[in-house]
């Protein structure tokens, strides 16, 4: 069931029963049991292993997306900041990082993290909003003038 | 690698014991918080597939306060499996029963049922009372807070502060107070 080389896969396509039986043999090689070697039940199988793959698709993003929510969180509950604060902070600052590199920081970068989370404090005090523990060291433009 | 990022690494592996006291806190709520030291949540190195969990040992279980009319509403089923074999418990029964059962069930169902659940209760270290074994308790590097203050009962003021505590208006001489 395995191609050896390109031309036997360039062959595979086609009327013959065989080769387009193969073609679908060659997706459920990795199976156990009758599942690879009858037709009638490996062309199921890969039919249904294919939909789970459409929708895979899009549940990866998912989970990734909400994974990268989860560390956010649990940077910003370190630092007493609450994630929809933290995001209006960042937002206000022109701080246009997406979750991606918010979750890396929190994870690999706690230093930088503070400092962001310090920004949207600041900035939130500024703007005249409800912020337990605010930040000392952090100077902005209306201090200077 | 440095002593620092060995150490640094080490801080960040390393299992952690925290100390929860549960007296007058809801369970259900308790175990939403308990969870996320469980499991981890709270890590920003947290994920799914590494092993991340925290130890929670909870002190004073028998001391819960279930919210509402819950220690006469809720009911736990069991069932044995064999015919009428089902059995409803109120909360207040299972908990003369036993006084940890409450919130470790209510820690049970707030997680996920996978493979992992029961692996991460056994980090979770019940005691109805605050007597807990030295060997866990030299363990413990962290207090979670807790979720809401205990309430101070009348009788636990002096009658010096009874006395004293402010009030609006002065009942009448000849008012009958029952």
């Known amino acids: 069931m395995v191609f050896l080389s390109v031309v036997n896969f360039v062959r595979s396509r086609g009327p013959d029963e065989f080769w387009r039986k193969r073609k679908i043999f060659r997706l459920a090689a990795h199976y156990i049991g009758r599942r690879r070697n009858c037709y009638s039940v490996t062309i199921k199988m890969v039919h ?17 997306r909400d994974l990268r929510d989860t560390r956010i969180i649990a940077g910003c ?11 209006e902070g960042l937002l206000r600052c022109n701080i246009l990082l997406n979750r991606k590199s918010l979750s890396d920081l929190a994870a690999w970068e706690p230093y930088s993290f503070k400092a962001l989370t310090d920004i949207a404090k600041q900035k939130l005090q500024e703007d005249g909003l409800n912020v337990t523990d605010p930040p000392t060291n952090v100077i902005t433009r209306g201090m200077l003038k | 690698m440095t002593t620092l990022k060995r150490v640094q690494q080490w801080a960040t592996f390393a299992r ?36 991340c969990g925290d130890h929670v040992i909870v002190i004073n279980c028998s001391d819960v306060a279930l919210p509402g009319e819950e220690w006469k509403k809720r009911v736990y089923f069991h069932h044995t499996g064999y015919p009428g074999g089902a059995s409803w418990t ?44 030295a060997k866990l308790m030299g363990n413990v590097s962290n207090q979670i807070r807790q979720i809401r203050p205990i309430p101070k009962r009348l009788d636990h003021y002096t009658q010096k502060e009874i006395e004293e505590y402010p009030k609006l208006i002065d009942y009448p001489k000849d008012y009958i107070l029952r």
């Open chain 1, 77 to 87: 509950d370190q630092h007493d900041i609450k994630y929809p604060d933290f995001k």
């Open chain 2, 16 to 51: 952690i014991w925290h100390v929860f006291d549960a007296s007058w806190q809801n369970p259900f709520d308790s175990a939403q918080l308990l969870k996320k030291y469980l499991l981890g949540l709270y890590k920003p190195i947290y994920h799914p597939m590494n092993d």
């Open chain 1, 48 to 64: 249904r292993a294919l939909v789970y793959a459409t929708k895979g698709r899009k549940l990866r993003k998912d989970d990734i």
């Open chain 2, 90 to 133: 109120l909360a207040h029964e299972l908990h003369k029963k036993d006084p940890v059962l409450i919130l470790k069930k209510a820690v049970y169902n707030s997680m996920d049922g996978n493979l992992q659940r029961r692996y991460t209760m056994e980090r979770l270290h019940l005691f109805p009372d605050a007597n807990v074994p």
